[in-house]
């Protein structure tokens, strides 16, 4: 089956710091890939749609400056949380599919936690 | 806009049934899909609905009304490590990108 791999599962960072997150499709091309941010006990809240080529599309309320995301390439897609803060700290979630009308394939998650 | 709604959490004994319901508000129905998440953990996929009916697969079966705008898991013969939060997502209408929109999930307690 598809898979979507995501690195790193763990990350801990200062304050202040800047920290890139990488999803990739492993055997399927994915010219959009989504980023989600989930909090404890809580559902996914989809942070924004990455398209390759192009600009992201941000949800409302999400900050564009603050989440950087480049999808360089039909298989990468990275998120980069800059200048992170404490509120940051959550565990983010990208997800690919492997075409139209098909289920979405989950990266492993990456919990971030900023001191 | 995509309104979803799930209850939060449910306990259950090992070998039972247990049924999650899922009801929502769209502006255009595209499907609706299942995912089973661990503690930690990413989402898996566990079944699509786009037509009303049942949809079964092995111990897990879904059902979906979209007249109703409603939607059921049902999980048969609990096992341990079916304990994990059940999640149901709308898709966007066509055109939409596949985006989803998630309820608050269904946390699912199995007990000996």
């Known amino acids: 089956g598809a898979v979507v791999s995501q690195h790193p599962s763990r990350v801990i960072c200062k304050s202040g710091t800047s920290v890139k997150i990488e999803c990739r499709s492993l055997?399927?091309?994915?010219?959009?890939m989504f980023w989600y941010r989930q909090f404890p006990k809580k559902s996914l809240m989809l942070m924004a749609t990455s398209n390759e080529g192009s600009k992201a599309t941000y949800e409302q309320g999400v900050e564009k400056d603050k989440f950087l995301i480049n999808h360089a390439s039909l298989t990468l897609s990275t998120l980069t949380v800059t200048s992170a803060h404490p509120e940051d700290s959550s565990f983010y979630i990208c997800?690919?599919?492997?075409?139209?009308?098909?289920?979405?394939?989950f990266g492993q998650g990456t919990r971030l936690t900023v001191v | 806009g995509q309104n979803i709604d799930q209850p939060t959490e449910m306990t259950a004994t090992e070998g039972a049934i247990v049924q999650i319901n899922c009801t929502y508000q769209t502006s255009g129905f595209n499907g609706l899909f299942w995912y089973q998440q661990h503690a930690g953990e990413a989402p898996t996929f566990l079944s699509y609905?786009?037509?009303?009916g049942l949809e079964e697969k092995g111990r897990f079966s879904s059902f979906l009304s979209r007249s109703k705008g409603y939607s059921y898991l049902l999980l048969k013969e609990l096992q341990m490590k079916d304990s994990a939060s059940y999640l149901c997502?709308?898709?966007?209408?066509?055109?939409?990108?596949?985006?989803?929109?998630f309820g608050k999930g269904n946390q699912v307690v199995v007990i000996p």
């Open positions: 055997d399927f091309q994915a010219t959009t």
């Open positions: 609905n786009v037509l009303d």
């Open positions: 997502a709308v898709r966007d209408p066509p055109g939409g990108n596949n985006r989803l929109a």
């Open positions: 997800s690919a599919h492997r075409g139209m009308n098909t289920e979405a394939f």
